[in-house]
């Protein structure tokens, strides 16, 4: 069996909650890990996997996409004496050697005050040990190349590849919201951000056959399979926007088209999440990225919504949202070139500033209900990375 640590982060400080917190946590990761033969175990505080030979890659994409842990490695276990120790420093300290590391130092911790050595006492004598022990090392207090890490706990754990986790809290402690999903680079993003939050993620996205492509369609399910990785499963509604649109490119004049486009997506979404218990809409708006994103225009588009309506991306620049994208792995995704219906029906001049009673005026003019009810009856849902058990969000 190979075993894996887990530190829990933000969740440690939630006082009487903290035991919901970690049995959401529990169950998350056991879905993850479900099917590998790995079972999990809390002791203290700690959570760690025992994985059978064969399943690190499982085990270790789980660990990848948990919401919830500030770090985890996969850790040596020995006997708590200080020769195993020290034999499980030197372990560790030829492998970041074989990794090509130069120089390392040793963190040590000792919740069990009855072992000889204290942390200060592991740390010299496991480093002296490795120095002897490893040619080539060299110890390094300031600026380490590689960390050994020793904890003496209910048993002595060393590891000299800790990893940093996703952090933020387990996916369904924060309730349940509707990610408004295209296939750019931004909405995927602010469903990661919030499910990073705790926030169950469901998805809807609106297809424009066939002024948009099969293959939009389908790079939108791609999407909502990697964000559904982080975010325990996602429900994904591909709602049909064709005859809308076209009502709207009728019925009003050309400069407003998106951001009544926009109304349109923001009312059938509403209804959606009402149906799907969701209690927000989230999109990927970023303050004035675009026309439709000025503060004028937000304030038209989300001017019939009830629900609370998330914008986690309306401070970050295009810069730091790419970056991101490419940490959570959609990026290569969203760049593919197969254009969003808001691209194609982008007016030449669109209104930058709208006024939000014009804008009501104009969308209830169109007399959209039906259409819209119709749409939302047409669509097709997929389920998207979903595990056999989902949390039940703590709502
Ligand atoms: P993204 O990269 O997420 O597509 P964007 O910068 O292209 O964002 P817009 O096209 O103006 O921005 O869209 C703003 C937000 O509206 C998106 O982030 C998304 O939440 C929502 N949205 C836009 N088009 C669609 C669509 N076809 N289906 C579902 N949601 C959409
Ligand atoms: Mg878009």
């Known amino acids: 069996m190979i075993t894996y640590l887990l530190k829990l982060g933000e969740l440690t400080l939630k006082g009487g909650n903290r035991r919901a917190f970690e049995r959401i946590l529990r169950r998350n990761l056991e879905a993850l890990i479900r099917g ?15 994985s059978p030979e064969g399943t690190e890659k499982q085990a270790e994409d789980a660990l990848d996409h948990l919401m919830g ?9 020995c006997e708590k004496t200080v020769p195993a120790v020290i034999r499980s420093c030197i372990n560790e300290g030829q492998k970041l050697r074989e990794r090509g590391l130069q120089s390392f130092k040793i963190e040590a911790r000792r919740t069990d005050k009855s072992f000889p050595l204290d942390s200060y006492g592991i740390a010299c004598e496991g480093g002296k040990a490795v120095l002897e022990a490893v040619p080539g090392l ?21 590891y000299g590849f800790g990893r940093r986790g996703r952090r933020g809290l387990p996916v369904g402690s924060a309730g349940r919201g509707l990610l408004l999903l295209s296939g750019g680079i931004d909405s995927p993003v602010a469903g990661y951000l919030l499910a990073s939050r705790g926030m169950l993620i469901e998805a809807v996205y609106f297809h424009a056959y066939p002024y948009t492509s099969e293959e939009a369609r389908l790079k939108v399910i791609k999407l909502a399979e990697i964000v559904g990785r982080y975010s325990q499963g996602i429900r994904l509604h591909i709602l049909p926007v064709t005859t809308v649109q076209m009502r709207i490119k009728e019925g009003a004049p050309s400069e407003w088209h998106t951001i009544l486009l926009r109304m349109a997506m923001m009312d059938v979404a509403e209804k959606l999440a009402v149906k799907w218990r969701c209690q927000c809409l989230i999109t990927g708006e970023s303050l004035s990225q675009v026309a439709s994103q000025t503060i004028e225009n937000i304030a038209c588009t989300e001017n019939r919504v009830k629900l609370p ?66 749409a939302l009856r047409e669509g097709i849902t997929e389920k998207c990375s979903f595990p056999q058990e989902r949390p039940k969000p703590l709502c």
């Open 138 to 158: 060299r110890v390094d207090v300031h600026r380490p190349e590689g960390v050994i890490e020793v904890e003496i706990r209910e048993k002595a754990y060393v």
């Open 36 to 50: 590998t033969g790995a079972r999990v175990e809390t002791a203290n505080g700690r959570f760690y996997i025992h």
């Open 309 to 374: 309506i998330l914008r986690p991306l309306i401070g970050m620049d295009k810069e730091g949202i790419i970056r991101l994208a490419g940490t959570i792995g959609t990026y290569e995704t969203s760049i593919l070139p197969y254009e969003d219906c808001c691209v194609l029906f982008s007016p030449p001049h669109p209104i930058l500033r709208g006024d939000r009673n014009e804008a009501l005026r104009l969308y209830e003019g169109l007399g959209l209900e039906e259409k819209l009810e119709e």
């Open 69 to 77: 842990i500030t770090g985890w490695a996969k850790t040596g276990v």
